[in-house]
């Protein structure tokens, strides 16, 4: 999630997770929300592929990564970070990222621009469904953490804007 109630969101769903885990005594899968919608897209990539998945992030920023398929897996080329929606195509160029996927590229469309001649995979908004594929993945490679030790990716320590942030914002 993002926005004001992220931060608090985060806790409270990885609490609820690990209070489960912990009362089943079952593992956990942690699942990069990033990694799994470049996931959705392995059976369309070639091997060496770049891919960069960019989420909206509120606040007018992305959550970004780059990742490299390779043998059947996506490799961090980078960790998922916060950047404005016009600078997704630099981030791509300077990574080498051919194929991009996210709704940022829907939301921020007119701001990021046309993004030829990389490819644009999908602009839908992450949920459940896109998650439980990498999910199964990692379970049947016993990519499991105990309930105890689970925590959430913290990509943005700032979760809202202040009222002269809000203002100054609009005035651009």
Known sequence: GSGPGAFT???????LAQGLGWALNIPLIPVNTLLALAYIHHETLE?????????????????????????HEFKEVTAPALCKPSELLAIADDN???FLCGNA?????????????KKLLSTDDVNAQMIVPLARKYFEENKTVDAAEASPLYVRDHVA?????????KSR
Do not use: W
Not at 105 to 117: C, H, N, S, T, W
Not at 161 to 169: F, G, M, V
């Open 47 to 71: 091997e060496g592929s770049r891919l960069l998945a960019a989420i909206d992030a509120r606040m007018h920023e992305c959550y970004c990564a780059v990742f490299r398929y390779e043998n």
């Open 96 to 98: 080498g990222a051919e």
């Open 9 to 15: 969101g985060l806790r409270v769903a990885c609490g």
């Open 105 to 117: 590229f829907r939301i921020y469309a007119d701001e990021i621009g046309d993004p030829a001649p």
């Open 161 to 169: 804007l202040t009222i002269e942030e809000r203002k100054a914002e």
